[in-house]
């Protein structure tokens, strides 16, 4: 999720564990620890030339449940040992530390980017895909209860308020699983009726909400798109074929940086041939015929071979619309159907 989410979510997490003679603390510190999973992209930036690299060491081990906890007990144990409200409160403080850090990584899982929750075992990014990456019903739940929590310092409401906001932003939450639950149904049947019943797919909302959101399915062939609003859409989901060239794809499988996207996007990629280069496109982030991530990972030698770029190369492709154009067309999309 986005920083400012996560900062008022591990200050709020933090605020309501700690005594409340020592909110305001708390709000800091979970704020901080709220932030510091997402350093990482200090380190994969300075290290790692390759840019898949980059894009798919984010959220690795700084975001692991098996590394966490490690951290969280560092922490408490040097402040600890330095005395002040840790040592005053050493029960309370040790659990505000380790939900304000771990909170961090599960909210991420709830994103499409995918988390690396188990890292180091190779098992794929954990993307249960439910909200976008920026969702203000989310947030404004936790922003106004730490900003409460701030200004009533030690009183009584204040913890009634970080508490409210703590289950209604996990409320929406479940909203949005029940949410995908629904689109899921509509995307079944809609790959059914078509013949791609055992297709591999993913659903995403779309930004900044949960009304509205997107599947993409995979065939032999390409690629399939839908889109659904649970306020207006009725039936399954219709889906548009596009395509992908598949054998180049195959071609090139066995290279280090086809093989590291490939299992960071669980397979959910286009291939396509551009000046001479084969440019996988992530497919999970944007929408046709916009994407966020396109990278270069081959070009083929004077006897017409694929051979791996290295390092490979991220393409800015031209955007097709605008991004306030985007979300205009969103914004219209939840409260109308498609005609025809």
Known sequence: MDSLTQIV?????????????HRRAAL????????????????????????IDRMSWHRGPSHSLFVLPFIAWLIWA?????????????????????????????????TVYGTQLWWPLSTPPVMWSSVFIIDPLYTVWLLAACGLAWWLRE??????????????????????????????????AGLVAIGHADAPWVSVPMPLNTLLWRV?????????????????????????HYSSDTKALEAVQDFAAVSRIGWFNH???????????????????????DYFFNFAVARRDAEGRWQPLQPSEQIRLPQAHSRMSQLERLWQRIWQAPSG
């Not at 005395?83 to 380790?98: D, F, K, S, Y």
């Not at 839908?226 to 989901?237: A, F, K, N, T, W």
């Open 267 to 289: 397979g959910f990629q286009r291939a396509r041939q551009m000046d001479g280069q084969l440019v996988l496109t992530d497919l999970r982030m944007g929408s046709e015929p």
């Open 155 to 188: 009183q009584r409401i204040a913890q009634l308020a970080l508490l409210a906001g703590l289950l209604l932003s996990s409320a929406y939450l479940g909203w949005s699983l029940f949410a995908k639950q629904i689109i899921e149904q509509r995307a079944a």
């Open 9 to 21: 979510l591990g200050g709020a997490v933090a605020a309501a564990i700690a005594p409340a003679k």
């Open 28 to 51: 800091l510190a979970g704020a901080a620890l709220g932030t510091l999973p997402d350093l990482d992209v200090l380190p994969v930036s300075l290290l790692l030339a390759d840019p």
């Open 216 to 240: 993409v399915a995979m065939t032999p062939e390409g690629y399939l798109e839908g889109e659904y609003s649970l306020l207006v859409d009725r039936g399954p989901m219709q889906f548009k």
């Open 78 to 110: 040097l402040c600890k040992r330095r005395g002040g409200r840790v040592a005053e409160a050493p029960t309370r403080w040790w659990w505000a530390i380790l939900l304000a850090l771990i909170t961090h990584p599960l909210l991420d899982a709830f």
